[in-house]
């Protein structure tokens, strides 16, 4: 006998889109003309991106799917501290519609973004890591899981603000192997894009053209104040 999958959020009705129902999938906290550079969102799709305008990213496209508030406040962080790992399985392919509806040209390979490794083993797994593989195998581009590697180890990013998150996280990355000259960084949830932008520096500096990030979701603001959030990078 054949049964239909049931969405994935209320667990009540068939899912239809995504894995979710037609209700779960709009009551989504979709993201808002998002400036494509950095992925805040603006007042209209024509608007300047002061936050662009000021820190001139080095990075060159985010791609984002929705805001950083709830569910999302409570499921991202059920991924990463809980291994509710299930719970990518419908994000990703929320991700992976984005993605395809932005009409931007696809990268040549996916970076997720790495852990400390004594990090990634107290924590067991990678959410960057998990959600990458999942984004590379819905839009067919390979995963490069050893190519980017956090060499030093840092301190708890939501305990800082932005400039201080900018400071902390220098010289934190190093590349292995040579990439492609298109190339897009893969994590859970964007806050200042310190880290993004950190690694993005990086990628240049060695010979990449273009970087793209792929996020779940991103911080209503860019946080740049001594402000806390409930996000850890």
């Known amino acids: 006998m054949f049964f239909k999958q049931i969405c994935q959020l209320c667990r009540l009705q068939p899912a239809q889109l995504n894995g979710l129902c037609e209700d779960c999938h709009a009551d989504l906290p979709w993201r808002l003309f998002p400036c494509p550079v950095c992925g805040l969102s603006r007042t209209s799709p024509m608007a300047d991106c002061p936050d662009c305008q000021r820190l001139q990213p080095a990075f060159d496209h985010t791609c984002v799917a929705l805001d950083y508030r ?16 299930r ?8 991700l ?3 993605i395809r509806d932005t009409e ?11 852990m400390h490794p004594w990090d990634q083993l107290r924590r067991g797994h990678n959410q960057a890591a998990l959600l990458a593989e999942q ?19 840092t301190r708890k990013q939501h305990r800082l603000s932005a400039r201080q998150r900018r400071h902390n996280l ?7 192997k040579p990439l492609p000259s298109h190339v897009a960084l893969v994590d ?32 209503p603001e860019s946080q740049d104040s001594t402000e806390e959030t409930d996000e850890i990078e």
Request: aromatic share 6%; proline share 7%.
């Open 96 to 98: 992976a519609a984005q």
């Open 135 to 153: 984004l590379g195998r819905q839009l067919n581009i390979p995963v490069q899981y050893q190519a980017l590697q956090k060499i030093r180890h």
């Open 70 to 85: 709830f569910p999302l406040t409570q499921l991202l962080p059920a991924i990463k501290y809980h291994q509710q790992l």
């Open 188 to 219: 859970d949830v964007m806050t200042t894009g310190s880290t993004l932008n950190e690694i993005a520096r990086l990628l240049k500096s060695q010979g990449v053209l273009r970087v793209d990030n792929w996020v779940i979701a991103r911080t």
């Open 170 to 176: 220098q010289g934190a990355f190093a590349l292995n």
């Open 104 to 114: 931007q040209a696809l990268p040549h390979c996916l970076l997720p973004v790495p």
């Open 87 to 94: 719970t990518l399985g419908w994000l990703a392919p929320v």
